[in-house]
């Protein structure tokens, strides 16, 4: 359940400017997460959210570099949980993944920025990825199987 939560978190941060616990806690009840002002205030640290000033003069939550290396191994854990099976043509892969885990696993994928990833969507037990190229989604395909369990 944490897990899903930061990864809900992380696709709140990069969708919207929240600058203030409050606001993440405002948006997290709205995605139907029962949390508390002590829980968000946990994961931001667990997280290593930090403000960041934006153009308009404004902070808002991000993640730092160094921790985007952390998600690395997190996206992995969360992953092997939820996919069921990856498969590729041309370059679309698609990710078969437990009913309900799909928007957390993509927006997990998305906050790594991953190279010759183009776009994702995610369903509700699907996660379709377009790749920059064939020889890019059979790559990715190969390495995501191997934490298939």
Do not use: P
């Not at 153009?55 to 690395?72: F, H, I, L, M, N």
């Not at 928007?103 to 509700?124: K, R, S, Y």
């Not at 989604?137 to 369990?149: C, Q, T």
């Amino acid at each position: 359940m944490k897990e899903r939560r930061h990864a809900k978190i992380l696709e709140l941060i990069g969708k919207y400017s929240i600058d203030t616990q409050e606001e993440l806690l405002r948006r997290l009840r709205d995605e139907g997460y029962e949390v508390t002002q002590a829980t968000v205030s946990r994961d931001i640290k667990e997280l290593r959210l930090i403000k960041t000033l934006t153009a308009s003069g404004k902070y808002r939550y991000t993640v730092g570099q160094e921790e985007a290396k952390d998600y690395t191994t997190k996206f992995y854990s969360l992953f092997s949980d939820a996919a069921l099976s990856v498969n590729f043509a041309q370059n679309m892969i698609a990710v078969k993944c437990l009913t309900g885990m799909a928007n957390a696993v993509c927006a997990a994928m998305d906050t790594l920025h991953w190279e010759h990833i183009v776009g994702t969507l995610a369903g509700d037990d699907t996660i379709f990825i377009l790749m920059s190229d064939e020889n890019a989604a059979e790559g990715l395909s190969a390495d995501l199987k191997k934490f298939i369990r």
